[in-house]
């Protein structure tokens, strides 16, 4: 089993910066990927960025040039640092990870953090 942890989320304004932080723990011996996704009310959940773990790196178009996501992979933590955040950021923000459990080569799993809301507003 797997847990996902976001940190980070709460208000700010149009302009502003705001950095979330995610920790993975549990059973994990790889997390192959790390992403940042998120969900505004009404809307599907969207992919922000992801990482690979040989460092491959997606950003989605609306978010490059100012987002920029990292991870440590042998922390198993990864981090969104989000610069000039302006109302369509608004959304809870999730974390995301595709696991290789340890004793089961070939198998991955995904899971999902709880979210965190970041509301951009003045």
């Known amino acids: 089993q797997v847990q996902l942890v976001e940190s980070g989320g709460g208000l700010v304004q149009p302009g502003g910066s705001l950095r979330l932080d995610c920790a993975a723990s549990?059973?994990?011996?790889?997390?192959?990927?790390m992403g940042w996704y998120r969900q505004a009310p009404g809307k599907q959940r969207d992919l922000v960025s992801s990482?690979?773990?040989?460092?491959?790196?997606y950003y989605q178009d609306s978010v490059k040039g100012r987002f920029t996501m990292s991870r440590d992979n042998a922390k198993n933590t990864t981090s969104l640092q989000m610069n000039g955040l302006n109302p369509e950021d608004t959304a809870v923000y999730l974390c995301?990870?595709?696991?290789?459990?340890?004793?089961?080569?070939?198998?991955?799993?995904?899971?999902w953090g709880q979210g965190t809301q970041v509301p951009v507003s003045s």
């Open positions: 995301s990870a595709r696991v290789r459990p340890a004793r089961a080569s070939g198998r991955t799993d995904d899971y």
């Open positions: 549990g059973n994990i011996f790889n997390i192959y990927t």
């Open positions: 990482i690979h773990i040989d460092g491959d790196t």
